[in-house]
């Protein structure tokens, strides 16, 4: 009997131990992400000093700072910071549920789809002379109706008495294919003005984002994220297996289903107002998981908080390394990403 105390009093010490763990992680990486958003403010033609920024902040600085900092950079660095941690979180859900690795919303066509609907958009209803012509404010909910769209093609094609995780990793590879496919016959089609416009926008940058963006971006994000977060031990339960999962009473195509809608929604959000960011959504989800490990309750804040590092960091990189030019977030992130998928396939080729 005092043989199996032990054991409990073992256990509930390393539980404790990597509860400690994954907070301080979180707290750190908290502190990163908040020094990253007030230095990246500061940064910029005009250069403002972090305690400026900050006290900007509290309604102090003066005019031009106020201006710089609150009309130019804050909207931006803000939309920023929601697009990472929104893919992240998408990642996050996709690689637990499907429990593959390389899952991400780019591998899956989602992105794509969203893409294809804006690329639709500015081919179709926009133009001087097109009797067609719909205020570009409505992009953004085309992309959300591509993303969606995509995402339920995905999962109708993969059902099979069930969802199986393969055919929907399968299947939204060869959608993603079908969906740059349709990208590249929509620019060839649409006004020649339009195509580089397109083009940066599948790219994916955060450039012109306005406090109109951020006021419909972050409180989507925000809900979103908390039923991520309360469906997190849903992802727990899955990624023991399909069969595991029934038995503890799991309703696992009903709980699969909620999760790639919850997903869905975090990417066609992001995608409206900054793109097709790629690679956040398969990088943040891995190095979490290297910090803090696979329990979900730890690793999706891990994950939310790093996509947002990668985001913002990406965008002040683009936006003054190579000044006057701004080069798309989106070339930084592919830059990182693309290599980092390669390495993954190399580690995982005989899993």
């Known amino acids: 009997m005092s043989q199996f105390k032990s054991i409990r009093i073992f256990k509930d010490k390393v539980s404790f131990l990597i509860d400690k763990k994954a907070m301080s992680i979180f707290v750190g990486l908290l502190i990163a992400a908040i020094a990253v958003f007030v230095i990246s403010t500061g940064i910029g033609d005009m250069a403002i000093s972090p305690l400026s920024v900050l006290a900007v902040f509290f309604g102090g600085g003066s005019d031009m700072e106020r201006l710089v900092v609150q009309s130019f950079r804050l909207p931006r660095i803000i939309v920023a910071l929601m697009v990472g941690i929104s893919l992240a979180v998408a990642g996050g859900l996709l690689q637990g549920m499907i429990r593959n690795p390389l899952a991400s919303p780019d591998i899956l066509g989602i992105t794509g789809g969203a893409s294809v609907a804006v690329v639709g958009f500015l081919a179709v209803f926009s133009g001087d002379n097109n009797a ?8 953004p909910v085309s992309a959300f109706a591509g993303a969606a769209i995509v995402a339920f093609l995905v999962y109708f094609l993969s059902w099979k008495n069930g969802v199986s995780p393969v055919r929907l990793v399968l299947i939204g590879i060869g959608i993603s294919a079908m969906m740059q496919a349709l990208t590249t016959l929509m620019m060839i089609m649409g006004p020649i003005y339009r195509a580089s416009q397109a083009n940066i926008w599948i790219t994916g940058t955060v450039y012109g984002s306005t406090w109109g963006n951020v006021a419909v971006l972050v409180p989507w994000t925000v809900i ?24 503890v009473g799991g309703h696992v195509q009903r709980q699969r289903f909620t999760l790639l809608l919850v997903s869905t929604a975090l990417v066609a959000s992001s995608v409206a107002f900054a793109g097709g960011i790629g690679f956040v959504g398969l990088m943040a989800p891995h190095m979490a998981r290297r910090l803090v490990g696979s329990a979900f309750g730890a690793l999706l804040p891990v994950s939310a908080l790093i996509g947002g590092i990668l985001v ?5 990189i683009g ?13 930084f992130t592919a830059g990182i990403g693309a290599p980092y998928f390669i390495y993954l396939l190399f580690k995982t080729r005989n899993s």
């Open 224 to 247: 979103m994220l908390l039923i991520a977060f309360i469906l997190s031990r849903n992802v727990n339960v899955q990624e023991l297996g399909e069969d595991i999962a029934t038995g």
């Open 132 to 139: 067609l012509t719909v205020s570009i404010e409505w992009m």
């Open 312 to 316: 913002m960091l990406a965008d002040l």
């Open 319 to 331: 936006r003054t390394m190579f000044s006057p030019l701004e080069v798309p977030a989106g070339v």
